[in-house]
């Protein structure tokens, strides 16, 4: 059913196109509830969804200074080089005109602008806020296990092949066993030579699957054999480990204060669109 808001009709796609949107992540969250109440509320969430941005919209629309034709005309031209043609672009902004697309150019600018406003005048992170924050979700800046390595790589590709790679770096193994230290044989036999081959401190999930097996099987001062990944055959030697922490406060306040920031701008814009919603007229048409 369509709305009309502030005299403007909203037609019931859009309404739909919200509801879609949120359905993916909306029915993961709420999974256990019941599908009724469920599709009920995505229903109603979507159509708040929509009457606020319609607000935002209407609000921005006639706000501050003029967009800048030449800042309009910029976001056109790259806006249109990810289309085929013009045809794709009238139908994916659902206008039938090139000056339409640059009017819902410029409206999405002046509604950006609005929230940059709004967002300006959210309060800064107080201390005891920064504090609190961080006392909540301690376990959010958690890190896990990190293992400092360094590696030597013979890349298998069209300049070496399989049996090659392997038989130079099974020579390279045999300095190490021999006492050479591993230091001095990478650059002699590595092809990522960058900084002596150390890697630094890496985490699981930043390496393929196949070289973090190895590695995190490994002691400080520990040398592997040769193992093969995808990109060819290695020897790592581990350095050091730390063990999962959870950081002081003084070592991601940072972070903090900008996850703290982001809550306080988004309350100032929910506070001023609750302002807009209680002066607003909305029906269903």
């Not at 919209?57 to 003029?66: I, L, P, T, V």
């Amino acid at each position: 059913m369509a709305l009309v808001v502030n005299g403007e009709r909203i037609e019931d796609k859009e309404i739909q196109q919200e509801i879609e949107r949120l359905r993916p992540r909306y029915e993961e969250v709420f999974a256990e509830k019941d599908p009724a109440e469920r599709e009920a509320q995505l229903q109603e969430w979507s159509r708040d969804n929509v009457i606020e941005r319609v607000l935002l919209r209407q609000e921005a629309k006639n706000d501050g200074a003029e967009i800048p034709p030449e800042d309009v005309e910029e976001a056109f031209k790259q806006l249109k080089e990810q289309y085929d043609d013009s045809e794709a672009l009238h139908k994916a902004l659902d206008v039938d005109s090139d000056e339409k697309v640059r009017q819902t150019i410029e409206l999405q600018m002046r509604t950006e602008r609005k929230i940059g406003e709004i967002y300006a005048k959210a309060p800064k992170p107080s201390e005891e806020q920064i504090r609190e924050y961080y006392e909540d979700n301690k376990d959010k800046f958690r890190s896990d296990e990190q293992i400092r390595v360094a590696h030597i790589v013979k890349y298998v590709n069209w300049q070496t092949d399989e049996a090659t790679a392997l038989r130079a770096m099974q020579e390279a193994l045999d300095q190490i066993h021999s006492g050479a230290a591993f230091e001095t044989i990478v650059d002699k036999y590595t092809d990522c030579a960058d900084s002596g081959g150390d890697l630094g401190y890496v985490m699981r999930g930043q390496m393929v699957e196949e070289f973090e097996d190895v590695i995190f099987h490994l002691s400080p001062g520990q040398v592997s054999d040769v193992f093969r990944t995808r990109f060819g055959f290695h020897i790592a030697k581990a350095y050091d480990r730390r063990p999962p922490s959870i950081p002081e406060l003084k070592d991601v306040r940072k972070q903090v204060a900008e996850e703290v920031l982001e809550q306080l701008r988004e309350q100032a814009l929910g506070d001023y669109l609750d302002g807009l919603r209680a002066k607003a007229v909305v029906a269903e048409a």
